[in-house]
């Protein structure tokens, strides 16, 4: 599977956050891991997008374009690793300063 980036321009694109920093990602996939039963189909993503950044998954059928996507809109959950959106973990909570399953 493969990611491809379109560059983000001077200028902010549309849908980008103002106050948001344009290098810190939106969006970050860290270590991200997935199966289904005895199958393993994401075996430690790592993917961040910054704001405004477009981007395209590509890849074999069953290679987890949508198993990605599905995690985003919290509808799958990752074995391990860790999302970010706008820097706050989708799966997980801070207790004591680390992070643990929400
Ligand atoms: N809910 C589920 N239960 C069991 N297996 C699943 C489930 N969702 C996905 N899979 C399996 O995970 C793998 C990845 O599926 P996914 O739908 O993410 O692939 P894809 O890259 O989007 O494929 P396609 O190009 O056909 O849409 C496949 O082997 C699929 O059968
Ligand atoms: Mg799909």
Redo the contacts with the bound molecule.
């Keep these: 599977m493969t990611v491809l980036k379109k560059a983000v321009g001077d200028d902010p694109a549309p849908g980008a956050i103002q106050d948001h920093p344009p290098e810190r990602p939106m969006v970050s996939y860290q270590a991200i891991r997935k199966s ?2 005895e ?1 393993e ?1 994401l075996k430690g993503i790592d993917l961040h997008i910054k704001p405004g950044e477009k981007i395209t998954i590509i ?9 990605i996507i599905r995690m985003l809109m919290t509808l799958e959950e990752p074995i391990s690793g860790v999302i970010e959106v706008d820097g706050e973990p989708l799966w997980h909570k801070e207790v004591n300063g680390r992070l643990v399953p929400g």
Aim: glycine share 30%.
């Design positions: 289904f039963g199958t189909v890849g074999p059928s069953g290679s987890g374009k949508t198993t």
